[in-house]
C-alpha cells in the first residue's frame, strides 16, 4: 500500500464516506486521549550478556512484525471514533430518547466510550432499525471500562468456536444474528 491512504482502502475498512478531516479531528482525539507512552527495542539497555542468555533461552529479540502494533491501534481507534455516534445522535438512531440512551448506557445494554468529556457510541452495535440483535445482553458480559479498539476486535475477529465448517465468524455475527 505503500505510505498513500487510498479511498479503496478506507472503504475496505468501513469508511467509504469518511473525510480527511473527520478522520484527523477523530486521530486528534485519539492522541490527546492516550497516555504519553516511551518505548524502544527491546533491547535498550541490556548488555551484550544479558542479550545473550536471553537469545540462549530462545527468546527472539529482533521484531518481527511488518507494521507497529501501536499505529495501528491509534489508527483503528480513530476509525472507530470517526464513525461512533453522539448520545443524541444514537438516540435519533433508536428513536428513543438520549435520556434513554444513558440509561442503556449505565446498565451496560449499549457499549460506549469516554475521551476527556466526550461520549461515543460505537456504530458497530447498530442494525438498520436499530440495535442489532441480542447486542445489548452480550455487551451486559463485556468488562467495564474495555477498551474500545479490544471491543472492537472481539466482535469482529474470527473465532473458531463461532464458527462453521463453511464460514468462519466472530461473536457479534454469531450470538447476534
Avoid at 142 to 164: E, K, M
Amino acid at each position: 500500500m505503500g505510505d498513500r491512504i487510498t479511498t479503496g482502502f478506507l472503504t475496505e475498512r468501513g469508511l467509504k464516506n469518511a473525510k480527511p478531516e473527520t478522520l484527523n479531528k477523530a486521530l486528534q482525539a485519539v492522541l490527546k486521549g492516550m497516555t504519553p507512552t516511551a518505548y524502544d527495542d527491546a533491547t535498550t539497555g541490556l548488555t551484550e550478556g544479558e542479550k545473550d542468555v536471553l537469545r540462549a533461552g530462545g527468546l527472539r529479540l529482533a521484531q518481527d512484525f511488518d507494521e507497529d502494533p501501536l499505529t495501528t491501534t491509534v489508527a483503528k481507534y480513530a476509525a472507530i471514533v470517526s464513525r461512533s455516534l453522539s448520545v443524541s445522535e444514537a438516540s435519533e438512531r433508536l428513536g428513543t430518547t438520549s435520556g434513554r440512551v444513558r440509561q442503556m448506557i449505565a446498565d451496560g445494554s449499549l457499549y460506549s466510550f469516554l475521551i476527556d468529556t466526550s461520549r461515543y457510541v460505537p456504530d458497530f452495535q447498530f442494525a438498520r432499525n436499530g440495535l442489532v440483535p441480542n447486542i445489548a445482553r452480550v455487551n451486559r458480559e463485556l468488562a467495564r471500562g474495555a477498551h474500545p479498539v479490544a471491543v472492537y476486535n472481539w466482535y469482529h475477529t474470527p473465532n473458531p468456536t463461532c464458527s462453521s465448517k463453511t464460514t468462519r465468524t466472530g461473536p457479534l455475527r454469531r450470538w447476534t444474528g
